[in-house]
């Protein structure tokens, strides 16, 4: 196409960037402004909002939940993904499609669906709301990002290393321990990053299966009642922004290591474009 | 390995997963179904089968409008959101040479930041004193703030449009990596303008994209509970505040999960639908 059509694009390309970074650099903005009404025109710069949340006992608990439960549902998601993910990319077997496309099913089932189902099992069964019931819809939600992740990490192993450790006397445990697992490595972290993150952030699981003890996303939910306590939530929220760009660009860089290793295309795109 | 060794030691490796989606996923939505067919009286389930709560979902007027106004918001959004991101899928598949994958991450960034803080921004931003009626009033674009922006339905297609956008650009982004650019040579060489050759071969190639996009932002945004909830005011309310109302305060959770059932029958078979337009629509070529 002409010159001016591919330049109209850029600049269409950088106005839509505009739109898709407007909230998050006001999270910003607002967390270091010297007032309590979240509006323009900014007034100074404070820290007071970030002082506020250290003494701040009912955020800490819900904190450490949180951490609880994504630590939790990123160890469990990677697990379960890593087992069909190479059950994907390794064998066929009779049903794959049927399986593993219930495996992938949450990921475009709506969240409140997910918690209505489990909120009507676990009442139905009797059991009480608590961390772990949490954990449980976090765990559904997670392992089709840790397939989608660990499945372009499964199918850039070479079969024949494997093959060459057997030949070469190892059992199957030792060919994992030895080959499969250190090659497959930095998508397995790149798996935990994420799940981990998607668990911190996802709300209404939580809000449904949680009990007496909330997680962060439930107590920022809480606090955007309250208007005095907006500037203390977005100083919350931007340091989740940080944490969360920072485990994204370590897990980027793990998963791009990865494909290094097995020597495929690094530059193929993120463990979102996997999921896509 | 036979095959059949193979396949046995596929569906030992697959078995603790596809149990745990069972169990968690697969019984549970199953219960929610059974549920639909029961009533509540208080704590007490009736579960002698009845098909009440399904003349109330759609016979009664406040769950038919929930029901026709989520499917209403979530379809245009969802055309929104595509029609928005193609260009941007386009760009970078087609425009940015080096940096495409730095393209592809900043694109997700502002997806990963907390989606309760997001939406709740864009209500910063949206409303009657807030970021954008400051900027035109400041600007002298206009002289009184806009009203029309927060509170309605106007709202959730923005903050829904922002929220989902990585999930359309990306689909479609993979599908124009994949298409054969001698195609597109071809396509010139034959006399085709840029337009026809947009329409004739990049367009029906890209479909698969823009029919996956589709599918990903239309079925989840039909039950957001955020949204409507924060921005939508009483005119932007969609049917899965009314779940949330059936299971928590209204304490008839069979009437709630009828809803859910109900939308999500809808939106399965609208979903259905676009796939196999899609799939008609869609180049042969790949």
Known sequence: MTRLSSNWLAVYAIIYMIFLYAPVVLLPLFAFNDATIIALPLSGFTTAWFEQLWGNQTLRTAAINSLIVAISSAVIATLLGAFAARAAARYSFPGKTGIIGLIMLPLVLPEIIVAVALLVALSQLGLSLALWTVVVGHVLICTPFAVAILSSAFRGLDRELEEASFDLGESRWGTFRRVTFPLVLPGVISSLLICFTISLDEFIIAFFLTGTDVTLPVYIWSQLRFPARLPSVMALGTILLVLSILFLVLGEWMRRRAARRQGQDAAAGGAMTGVA | ??????????????????????????????????????????????????????????????????????????????????????????????????????????????????????????KVILGYNGVLNATLMGMGFTDAPLTFLLYNANAVVITLAHAWAPFAILPIFVALARIDRSLLEAAEDLGDGPFRRFTRITLPLAMPGVVAATLIVLIPTMGDYITPRLVGGTEGLMIANMIQIQFGQANNAPLGAALAVTAMVVIGTISAGIFLIGKRLGGRLT
């Open chain 2, 1 to 122: 390995m036979s095959t059949r060794a193979e396949a046995a030691q596929g569906l030992r490796l697959v078995s603790p997963t596809f149990l745990y989606v069972l169990v968690m996923l697969a019984a549970p939505l199953a219960m929610v179904a059974a549920f639909s067919f029961w009533t509540q009286d208080y704590l007490i389930i009736d579960r002698t089968p009845t098909l009440d709560n399904y003349r109330a979902a759609l016979g009664e007027p406040i769950y038919r409008t929930l029901l026709l106004r989520s499917v209403a918001i979530s379809l245009t959004v969802t055309v929104v959101t595509v029609l928005l991101a193609f260009p941007v899928a386009y760009f970078v598949a087609f425009r940015v040479k080096r940096q495409q994958a730095l393209w592809l991450f900043l694109i997700t960034v502002p997806f990963w930041t907390s989606y309760l803080l997001r939406v709740f921004l864009w």
